[in-house]
Nanobody, 121 residues
Framework: QVQLVQSGGGLVQAGGSLDLSCVPN????????MGWYRQAPGQQRELVAR???????DYQDSVKGRFTISRDNVMNIAYLRMNSLKPEDTALYYC???????????????WGQGTQVTVSS
């Protein structure tokens, strides 16, 4: 069984920065796309950014130029650097990874436990 463990986040003033990271544990042969989603109270969960194994990233329009997703393909760690944070970035942030556990299995998507990011005005 694969589990994703998130760290980082917290409370910051508008204009500040925060970092998130996500580390998988369990049986892992290969990790494909990694992503970050967020869900604000009363809102649907939305994709923030994702990055392929080949380091190709794409972003939600509202975070372009402010957030940077990156990954470590050796340690299978996902990162999200968030700069110039705004109150509307306040949400519970989740990491996802498409993980192939063994040679005998296909991949499936796993989710982290969620990390709160709160941006005060």
């Amino acid at each position: 069984q694969v589990q994703l463990v998130q760290s980082g986040g917290g409370l910051v003033q508008a204009g500040g920065s925060l970092d998130l990271s996500c580390v998988p544990n369990g049986s892992i042969l290969r990790v494909y796309t990694m992503g970050w989603y967020r869900q604000a109270p009363g809102q649907q969960r939305e994709l923030v950014a994702r990055i392929t194994r080949g380091q190709v990233a794409d972003y939600q329009d509202s975070v372009k130029g402010r957030f940077t997703i990156s990954r470590d393909n050796v340690m299978n760690i996902a990162y999200l650097r968030m700069n110039s944070l705004k109150p509307e970035d306040t949400a519970l942030y989740y990491c996802t990874m498409d993980v192939q556990p063994t040679d005998h299995e296909g991949y499936r998507t796993y989710w982290g436990q969620g990390t709160q990011v709160t941006v005060s005005s």
